[in-house]
Each structure stands twice: as structure tokens, then as C-alpha cells.
């Protein structure tokens, strides 16, 4: 029978992806000063990958005398939902941005974003030493010491998950459960059919997973601000044909416009669900999508095209338009515009639109 190890590292094989675990580790096993981080606003994927991976090195390295330093950090605002909840019940102790300097570090550890997308939190000039990533990139494959870049893997905690496997280490109870949290939500919604190695990583998790842990983590209390939130995207939400979109007019947390437009999606005569949110400095765009046809990445490229930047995969993407300063901006004629770039991208004759809610 095939061992997990050996079921993680053939579905590496076939997804043109060698192994890449010993050279992670070869890469920093001369390094001391080792930041590990991830992209602006943080989910939980991008969470429990960072968390998995400080885990990870500590223990792999930390077996030397020379025990190197791992600081685990992010930037942008994490509190005032799921992500918090999901980071205390996980232990992770991140430090804020403001607390560190990056170009101290003699390594930097990327995972769940890359050095060129506008969601990296280093400052123009830096690289990192090693990027761990399941987003769909543009242009040539960047001449790090590691990239590990697989967009057909629905999570980068499933990649991570695969280190574990193939350097035969163990995951502890509290850590499975992390882990496995932060790969269902992201393959939840509108993440489509998992790969390979997401099924292998969903099927050991599980079972070494603690369950108290999990369930603290799936059914965590809510603040009353997301409650107005399902409110606000249930009653601002309009669709025509296949196409349907929200808006949040204010969001005490970032992850909360993904979050509605996964619950939109679910409406049966939606195969496009796209939810604006203001922010202090911008709005804030996420898409999600059931079509076979389009990807929500392109999709999303077109909606935002000249506005703001934004990418995503083939179901589900991601966007963010910066005000900017002391210029007047008018929110509803903006929401309208975007709305016809949706309609134009998917395929759909702009006409009026019908209210989810009456």
C-alpha cells in the first residue's frame, strides 16, 4: 500500500512538480535570521501555511546547536472575524509588520502570494529567499533560490502539507487542525474540485486532525459587524441573467467581502457573484464563479482594468482599487461601472437589473 509520504510526492510528479521539501530546507540551513510571511490581510490559508511552515523549520532546523531565529509576521489589518478567531485558536504568534524590519533578515520566506503581485507586503527592491504559492502568475518564472509556484493546487497549505510528507515529519493534533481548516476554506465556495494533493492532504488531516480544535475554528462566534454584513450583501445585492453583485458600504474586516460573495454564489440562478466594500483608502473587489467557461482571474482582469489591480484563479479572485488622494470619488457611479465591465466579461445584455431581496 502507498504511504501518504509517497501519495503526496506522486501527485507533486504529476503535477509537473518535483518534490521541493529537501531543497527548502537546504536553501536555509546555513541561514540564522529567517522571516516567514505572507500577503496583505491575510486568510486562513495564507495563515496556517505561514504557521505550518515556522513549525516546520523549527523543528528541522532547530535539531542543529546553531538553532536559527523564525519570526512570523504579516501586514494589514487580520482582527474582527474569522481570521482572528482562526489565528488564537491556532496559536500563531505573529508579529505585527510595524514591528520588524524585513531587510534585516538574512532569509525571507514567502508563501501564499508572490514577490510581483501588489498583495506582497515587502517594499520595492527586497525578494525573498523562498516563494511557496498556488496563484496563477504573469510573466517569466522569477530566479529565486526557491519558487514553488503550483496553480493547479487548490490551497498552499495542501503544498505545505506535502513538505511534511516528504521530510517524514509528523503533524501535531492542534497543527492538523489549522491546517486542515485553512485548506477547506480555501477550496469552500467557489474553490471548485480540489487536486490531488488537496484530497490527500484533506484525507490525513482529517484524521490526525483535534477535533475540538476544528470545531472551535469552523463555528467560531461572530461580532455583531458581520451580521450587518450578510444583511448589507443580501439586501444591496442585484443579478441579471447569471451575473449578480453586492456591495458592502463599510467593513470592519477584509475577509468579509470573499465570505459574502461565497453565500451569493450559492444563489442557483448565479454563476458570477461579485461583492465591492469600501475601505478608508479604496474598495475592496471579490469574484467568485461556478462557470466552466471563463476564469475568475481573467474576468476580474477586465472588470478592473486601468481602475486598481486584482488576480485570483479560476474560480475565485480578488481586487483592490486605491482613492486616489484628496480626489473626489462618487461610489455608486464607480459600482455602476464595474458592474457593466462584469456584465461585458461574462457575456451578459446590460439591462435592469432584479433585487435578490425584494
Avoid at 3 to 21: D, F, H, K
Avoid at 232 to 256: C, K, P, T, V, W
Wanted: net charge positive; hydrophobic share 45%; charged share 20%.
Amino acid at each position: 500500500m502507498q504511504t501518504l509520504a509517497g501519495s503526496a510526492s506522486a501527485a507533486e510528479r504529476r503535477s509537473r512538480a518535483r518534490p521541493r521539501a529537501g531543497k527548502f530546507l537546504r536553501v536555509l540551513a546555513t541561514r540564522r535570521n529567517i522571516l516567514v510571511t505572507t500577503h496583505i490581510h491575510p486568510d486562513p490559508d495564507a495563515l496556517g501555511s505561514a504557521v505550518a511552515l515556522a513549525y516546520l523549520l523549527s523543528k528541522c532546523l532547530g535539531m542543529t546547536q546553531d538553532r536559527p531565529s523564525i519570526t512570523l509576521a504579516a501586514k494589514g489589518r487580520i482582527g474582527g472575524g474569522i481570521n482572528d478567531a482562526f489565528l488564537r485558536v491556532a496559536n500563531g504568534k505573529l508579529k505585527n509588520w510595524e514591528e520588524i524590519d524585513p531587510a534585516s533578515f538574512d532569509a525571507i520566506v514567502m508563501v501564499d502570494t508572490q514577490p510581483q503581485f501588489s498583495s506582497s507586503p515587502l517594499p520595492p527592491g527586497l525578494l525573498p529567499t523562498v516563494v511557496i504559492d498556488h496563484h496563477r502568475g504573469r510573466g517569466r518564472k522569477s530566479k529565486l533560490p526557491l519558487w514553488d509556484v503550483r496553480p493547479e493546487v487548490g490551497a498552499t497549505c495542501s503544498i505545505i502539507f506535502s513538505y511534511f510528507m516528504d521530510l517524514e515529519q509528523s503533524i501535531p493534533a492542534d497543527l492538523a487542525a489549522a491546517m486542515l481548516y485553512a485548506i477547506e476554506t480555501d477550496l469552500a465556495g467557489a474553490a471548485g474540485t480540489p487536486g490531488d494533493l488537496d484530497n490527500i492532504a484533506l484525507s490525513s488531516l482529517t484524521l490526525s486532525a483535534d477535533p475540538r480544535k476544528l470545531y472551535q475554528m469552523r463555528f467560531t462566534p461572530l461580532p455583531q459587524a458581520y451580521f450587518r454584513a450578510y444583511a448589507q450583501a443580501l439586501g444591496n445585492a442585484e443579478f441579471q441573467g447569471n451575473a449578480l453583485m453586492s456591495h458592502l458600504d463599510n467593513i470592519e474586516s477584509m475577509e468579509q467581502p470573499a465570505i459574502m460573495a461565497d453565500m451569493l454564489l450559492r444563489f442557483d440562478q448565479a454563476e458570477w457573484a461579485l461583492v465591492t466594500a469600501e475601505t478608508d483608502n479604496g474598495v475592496v473587489l471579490s469574484l467568485r464563479t461556478r462557470a466552466k467557461e471563463r476564469s475568475a482571474a481573467d474576468v476580474m482582469h477586465k472588470i478592473i482594468a486601468r481602475l486598481g489591480e486584482g488576480g485570483g484563479h479560476r474560480t475565485k479572485a480578488g481586487g483592490f482599487i486605491r482613492f486616489a488622494p484628496e480626489v473626489p470619488h462618487n461610489p455608486k457611479k464607480l459600482r455602476a461601472k464595474l458592474w457593466r465591465r462584469l456584465l461585458s466579461a461574462v457575456g451578459v445584455r446590460s439591462g435592469k437589473p432584479i433585487r435578490l431581496v425584494a
